[in-house]
């Protein structure tokens, strides 16, 4: 029989991990921004998913978790597709706008989860605040994109960075949905995670011979760095610690942490690659993190309203 986990509300403990994670998901466009010109951000792509996948893949053989492979592999083809379309996005996307607007717009995945699972699962039907929430997020995104339209090239190549930014967060908002709506949500977290690291690794390596940029490599200490700290860092140790901490503690308390992600992602790309920040960016970028707090953090927010009534 099942052992029923009882998650409680985050602690001092909860938020040091989580602080320890975002520091580490706000750099991760950061350092892939900073080795490309040593090796292709879609081959460092490939590269973390199939160290992070081998790792994985050893985990289970030691702990178990293959058992149901056969009852899965449908929805994990799927959910590996669309992780894999995520980093093609993230890896394009940063050849032509800035870490941290990639960090932002990225981060609007959780609003496309909602609307996600808000049509293809009635329990989860959205509140009036998470509504709200996607509102507002919406509104942000076109002020963040109203920066970026005039006749100048280089603004129209940030734009279009910010557009495929925006595409790997629908991309991971559906990866999300797939995972929640098919068996992968009875599954083990490291096989779900398998599933997306293995099809990403070979569906990125594919496009990255396709693309002839697979010979734009050059194991410079930087290109070597960046790549083991995504694979090691980034992929493994960090997605197992996430998934470790949602099975003890509420999702709603992590999520409001998680906001951290993108502050830290913007922070990072302005103090080591000297990146600009334009007004209608700021602007924007508020009104989205706080579009995405109020749909991912509703309930959380809610019972504070209510106690604060």
Partial sequence: ??????????????????????????????????AAADIAPIMQ????????????????CWKGGWSQVSSTWRGGLLAGALFGLEFLFIAEG???????????????????????????????????????????????????FAGGISLDNLDRRMLLGD?????????????????????????????????????????????????????????????????????????FFSYLTWFWLLRRYLAANLAVFSFMTPMFGVTFGVLLLDEPLSLNFVLGAMLVLLGITFVSAEQWLRRRIQRLL
């Avoid at 199939?50 to 289970?60: C, F, Q, R, T």
């Avoid at 068996?183 to 293995?198: C, D, G, N």
């Avoid at 496009?207 to 694979?231: E, K, M, R």
Wanted: aromatic content about 8%.
């Fill in 1 to 34: 029989m099942a052992v029923s986990i009882e998650r409680r509300n985050a602690d001092g403990f909860a938020l040091q991990v989580m602080l320890g994670l975002c520091l580490i998901w706000g750099v991760q466009q950061v350092m892939i921004k900073w």
């Fill in 45 to 60: 792509a490939a590269a973390r998913s199939g160290i992070s996948a081998l790792l994985v893949a050893l985990l289970m």
């Fill in 94 to 144: 940063l050849k032509l706008t800035s870490a941290a607007h990639m960090s932002v717009f990225l981060y609007t995945a959780p609003i496309f989860t909602a609307l996600g699972v808000n049509w293809l699962l009635p329990s989860e039907r959205l509140r009036p605040l998470q509504w709200l929430g996607i509102v507002l997020a919406f509104i942000g995104i076109s002020i963040a």
């Fill in 163 to 235: 557009i495929l930014g925006l595409l790997a967060g629908l991309a991971w908002g559906a990866t999300t949905v797939v995972v929640r709506a098919s068996r992968l949500s009875e599954a083990p977290a490291t096989l779900t995670l398998f599933y997306q690291l293995i099809v990403g690794f070979v569906g990125l390596l594919l496009i990255a011979v396709l693309s002839g940029q697979v010979t734009q490599v050059s194991l410079t200490p930087v290109a070597v760095a960046s790549v083991l700290f995504q694979g090691l860092v980034v992929s």
